[in-house]
């Protein structure tokens, strides 16, 4: 309730009424809640929780380099409250169905060498941060939801699947990368174009992660020929922009499964922390798909099939 009536406050002071009703929207899997009142947007961000100076400088930047984000009308970081241009209500996922649903992603495809030539300054997707995201899987997993940990040969083979993601990571060309770019972090606005939200931990990092994170979504399945497609389609676009040079199509598809490898894990790993330190069961129905993801890169990767009996005995 204090959270709801300092919003309360900062609505008035933006917009200038006295007694704002702005609407709720929507929450997400961080402690955000979004708000709507007269055609603009009112976030809650909870300063102690959510990176706001970064979402901030990052709205700035990435508008500045043509990628279209909400634009920042107001803030109070001291106390976690933003005014941000409204995007409308229609997400890519919704948008992105029936007839539409192979233009759209295509589109979204076409989005990512501009991204990629994003310029800033960005904390680095580097081995550690790698190394540190897998943590999430073993921590909340394993350990929180499984309630099990790796005996040490098993650690071992665990150890030697990280070091081959995070080489992996490392061995790309690294560009900016948003880092949650699917089908409920993409909008489409009222004259078409799409747009792109949640980019606060935008990073420095490998080429194929945000084309991974949108062909392999955790909330949506693609038909593999299509996937296929769309990882053909974004290299080439690539290979045009000058970003690649000399990479084959059997060397990119394999950034992708070992990058989407790493964020699989970790996604899951997130999925059973909202479960068991926050309270939120509702992102448990996304596991079999993304445990399907770590499975299928598992099986087909030559050098990691003590790996993916592993996975086959932990995944469920």
């Known amino acids: 309730m204090e959270r709801y009536e300092g919003l309360l406050r900062f609505v008035a002071a933006v917009s200038g009424e006295e007694d704002p009703r702005p609407e709720m929207v929507s929450g997400d899997a961080s402690f955000r809640k979004y708000y709507r009142f007269r055609e603009q947007i009112y976030v809650d961000a909870p300063p102690a929780t959510e990176k706001n100076r970064e979402f901030v400088y990052l709205s700035e930047?990435?508008?500045?380099?043509?990628?279209?984000?909400?634009?920042?009308l107001a803030a109070d970081l001291l106390n976690g409250y933003l005014c941000v241009e409204d995007l409308g209500s229609l997400m890519f996922s919704e948008a992105a169905a029936g007839d539409r649903l192979e233009d759209m992603y295509r589109r979204a495809v076409d989005l990512l060498p501009s991204l990629a030539r994003?310029?800033?300054?960005?904390?680095?997707f580097d081995r550690e941060f790698v190394l540190r995201e897998l943590q999430i899987f073993l921590d909340w997993y394993l350990g929180a939801h499984?309630?099990?940990?790796?005996?040490?040969a098993?650690?071992?083979i665990w150890d030697q699947a990280a070091d081959l993601m995070a080489a992996t990571c490392a061995a790309q060309p690294q560009i900016t990368m948003h880092r949650d770019f699917h089908s409920r972090n993409i909008m489409v606005t009222d004259d078409g174009s799409l747009a792109l939200v949640d980019f606060q931990?935008?990073?420095?990092?490998?080429?194929?992660y945000d084309l991974v994170s949108l062909v392999k979504d955790c909330y949506v399945t693609l038909e593999p020929a299509f996937r296929e497609e769309l990882t053909e389609r974004a290299r080439e676009a690539f290979l045009r922009e000058g970003i690649i040079c000399g990479i084959s199509r059997e060397e990119f598809a394999r950034w992708v499964d070992l990058t989407g490898m790493q964020r699989h894990l970790k996604a899951a790993g997130i999925f059973c922390r909202l479960l068991h330190r926050d309270g939120r069961d509702g992102y448990l129905r996304y596991l079999p798909r993304t445990c399907g993801y770590i499975r299928e890169v598992a099986g087909r990767v030559p050098e990691l099939g003590d790996f993916a009996a592993l996975m086959e005995d932990i995944l469920q």
């Open 61 to 72: 930047v990435y508008n500045r380099s043509g990628v279209h984000v909400p634009r920042i």
């Open 118 to 124: 994003i310029s800033g300054s960005f904390q680095p």
């Open 146 to 152: 499984l309630g099990r940990t790796l005996d040490p």
């Open 154 to 156: 098993e650690r071992q």
């Open 201 to 208: 931990d935008t990073v420095t990092g490998p080429l194929t």
